[in-house]
């Protein structure tokens, strides 16, 4: 490292190269635009970074070895020279079906995970002929209503050769609990089951509004599955804490950062509050990122989240196990960044953002098809979206070695200046009672709404330049094939829950729910209920009712 006598030699040399070598030219010349950014509320990015832009790090403090604490270069000491990231693609669509002939060709053409998508009434706990359902069967993810669908689902797909992700949260017991008894029908020691639910109801309530039940309630939920799945599924993560909807819904790096963080506290502190050991729960816990434009500043925030979440793990909650201080994540490419014009010019993005993740060091990656913003994607976009995490893979020399980035003055500094920004962030939802309560207040609401409209001011002015948008721009009328759920999809859905309600021991299916419904009044945890009614054909429906009696829907509250 440099000693004070040649960083005071750094900054003077810049300072004279500033005013002899870059002042001419600034004045003959000048600059693209005033000042540059990394995003719309973003770290101001200076012209040039030096050794004293960092002189306050200390290697091993700070940055560390992979696989040691902070975790700034990784939780994995070998990286990806020890094993690649999980390549995922977000697929289920129309019916169980389909969705399962989709699993089958992405299997087939080097997918080494699933990812589960379901339909907007799964995702809110009604049944396919709910009258709330009409019109969104399958559209936008696979319709499950029973066992039976997910028993189609993941029909000549062995559970313990895959690692199943489920985007799911409100009904994520009720799914979970299927999953569970898909296993349990394949002779699968639940012990071996690997996947995660995403089971973040905060997120809900801040960006994205698929929830159910009010708070507390949900977090009761939410407790009972880390208690259970401890004890019966210890290599299913529990929960993905999820950054990802959170930057959809407009906020900067450092706001999805910050309040993903702020979620993670919230629910360690609810489990401790429901009496579990942080060691219990803590190492099945992981996160879900958001893999945006601009490569710098996302490598800097996943390997700032990373440090960040080990000093907050050891500082609030002080637990004995490593793991439970190991972040552990999950990334999906930006689709708010996906254009309906030029789509082609969507594959480019994706390509980079996907850059900026393995650089950052993601344990999982999906990538969006190119024709996402108009459908669900088509098998041709699929396959060029796995064939970007592949070539990226085995083609671009990024997995070769661990945190390719570090050391440089650039991503250091912007490491350093998004977790700064982060924490102060922290600072303002603990001055607020935490994240349960700055959310109900409608605060990080607020925070993320005035980014978002700050951004699309920006795109109007042309002070951000989106390619195909704003700028640069084509006619066009392009012919795409784009994937659809049509009505006789919809209707073969319905039909299939009637034959399930016709075939099904209906004096079982009530028994079940009414030990459910008991349980809701007492403190048992709920898992263990909600596996036998799902088991006994109950549909996500009709438990998601007994819940919704029971514990009420959420209203959200007025802005204050």
């Keep these: 490292m440099f000693d004070d006598d040649d960083l005071e030699a750094i900054r003077e040399g810049r300072e004279q190269w500033r005013e002899e070598t870059v002042g001419p030219v600034l004045e003959r010349f000048g600059e693209r635009q005033e000042t540059f950014t990394t995003d719309t509320g973003g770290q101001e990015v200076d012209r040039l970074y030096t050794p004293a832009d960092i002189a306050e790090t200390e290697y091993e403090a700070d940055l560390g070895y992979p696989g040691e604490p902070p975790y700034t270069r990784g939780v994995y000491s070998t990286g990806y020279r020890g094993r690649l990231w999980t390549m995922r693609q977000y697929a289920g669509f129309s019916t169980p079906e389909d969705t399962n002939e989709r699993y089958h060709y992405l299997l087939e053409e080097g997918q080494t995970g699933l990812s589960m998508a379901f339909d907007l009434p799964t995702q809110m706990g009604y049944d396919s002929d709910d009258s709330m359902a009409a019109g969104e069967i399958g559209k936008a993810g696979v319709a499950i209503d029973s066992l039976a669908d997910m028993?189609?689902?993941?029909?000549?797909?062995p559970l313990d050769e895959v690692s199943t992700s489920m985007t799911i949260n409100a009904p994520a017991s009720v799914l979970l609990a299927m999953y569970i008894a898909v296993g349990d029908q394949q002779g699968v020691d639940r012990e071996q089951l690997r996947g995660t639910i995403q089971n973040d109801l905060l997120k809900e309530y801040i960006?994205?509004?698929?929830?159910?039940?009010?708070?507390?309630?949900?977090m009761r939920i939410i407790t009972d599955i880390f208690e259970f799945c401890a004890a019966e599924t210890p290599k299913f993560n529990t929960i993905s804490i999820?950054?990802?909807?959170?930057?959809?819904?407009?906020?900067t790096a450092a706001q999805e950062l910050a309040f993903t963080l702020g979620n993670g506290i919230e629910y360690v502190e609810a489990a401790i509050d429901a009496g579990l050991d942080v060691d219990e729960f803590a190492p099945q816990l992981s996160f879900f990122f958001n893999g945006h434009n601009n490569i710098f500043?996302?490598?800097?925030?996943?390997?700032?989240?990373r440090r960040m979440w080990h000093d907050i793990m050891t500082e609030r909650f002080d637990p004995d196990d490593p793991k439970s201080k190991q972040l552990k994540f999950h990334t999906q490419t930006a689709g708010s960044m996906l254009t309906a014009q030029q789509i082609e010019n969507n594959v480019v993005r994706v390509?980079?953002?996907?850059l900026a993740a393995v650089l950052g060091g993601t344990q999982s990656l999906h990538t969006n098809g190119k024709d996402e913003a108009l459908a669900l994607p088509t098998e041709e976009s699929v396959r060029t979206a796995l064939r970007t995490q592949q070539i990226l893979a085995h083609e671009s020399g990024a997995a070769d070695t661990i945190d390719p980035l570090a050391g440089s003055y650039y991503v250091e500094s912007l490491t350093d200046d998004v977790e700064a920004e982060a924490y102060d962030i922290l600072e303002a939802v603990d001055e607020r009672g935490g994240m349960l309560e700055a959310v109900e207040q409608q605060w990080v609401q607020r925070?993320?709404?005035?980014?978002a409209f700050d951004r699309q001011r920006e795109i109007e002015e042309k002070e951000r330049i989106i390619v195909g948008v704003n700028e640069f721009e084509v006619d066009e009328d392009p012919e795409m094939?784009?994937?659809?759920?049509?009505?006789e999809d919809q209707q073969r859905q319905i039909d299939r829950l009637e034959s399930v309600r016709d075939e099904r021991d209906a004096e079982a299916v009530e028994a079940t729910l009414e030990a459910l419904r008991e349980a809701t009044r007492g403190d048992d945890n709920l898992l263990p209920y909600i596996?036998?009614?799902?088991?006994?054909?109950?549909?996500?429906?009709?438990?998601?009712?007994?819940?919704?009696?029971e514990f009420g829907e959420y209203q959200p509250g007025s802005a204050v």
Excluded: L
């Design 151 to 157: 028993e189609t689902v993941f029909e000549g797909i």
């Design 207 to 218: 960006a994205r509004n698929t929830y159910i039940y009010p708070p507390e309630p949900s």
């Design 242 to 251: 999820s950054g990802y909807h959170i930057r959809e819904a407009g906020s």
């Design 297 to 305: 500043e996302e490598v800097a925030k996943f390997r700032a989240a």
């Design 351 to 354: 390509a980079y953002q996907a």
């Design 447 to 451: 925070q993320i709404q005035d980014t």
């Design 481 to 487: 094939d784009v994937e659809e759920v049509t009505d």
């Design 531 to 549: 596996v036998d009614a799902v088991k006994a054909y109950a549909t996500v429906g009709e438990i998601c009712t007994v819940m919704r009696d």
